[in-house]
């Protein structure tokens, strides 16, 4: 299972942002062989995206095709945000934010290592194997 990072899901709905094409071939792989999570954060930050940069017509009809695909979904609950504080006073000094934190939260509550991001804060984590398709490059080799 890996963890998608809203601005791959920007990119890839975004057809006129220059990292489109990478995004989208790497997405559609990763589709089509393993599980994709999010959380309820990445949501509404992609919904906030499209709709604020293609109008609320065109946004809305594509968060809802996002929303059809076949992803994990973890919810941001009262406890997540507890520990998302934890992960964000451990690694603010970093570049990581608060949003940025909840990710990290729900990829510590579904076991998962690897995300997917073009945010180059995350390569700071130490546990966390990032795989940024744009510059065609993981953090941390294995």
């Known amino acids: 299972m890996i963890f998608i990072d809203s601005n791959m899901w920007c990119y890839f709905f975004d057809e006129s942002a220059r990292e489109n094409k990478k995004v989208v071939e790497f997405v559609k ?40 695909f076949p992803l994990v979904v973890r919810d941001v609950t009262y406890a997540d945000t507890k520990d998302s504080i934890e992960l964000l006073c451990q690694y603010a000094h970093e570049g990581i934010g608060g949003r940025d934190a ?41």
């Open 29 to 68: 792989r990763i589709l089509e062989k393993e599980e994709v999570a999010i959380n309820t954060a990445v949501i509404t930050e992609i919904a906030h995206f499209l709709i604020k940069n293609l109008g609320p017509v065109n946004g809305k009809k594509k968060i809802e095709t996002f929303l059809e």
């Open 102 to 142: 909840t990710l990290l939260s729900s990829m510590k509550k579904l076991g998962i290592q690897r995300i997917a991001t073009h945010d180059a804060a995350f390569k700071k984590v130490e546990w966390a194997d990032v795989i940024d398709p744009i510059q065609n490059n993981n953090s941390k080799e294995h």
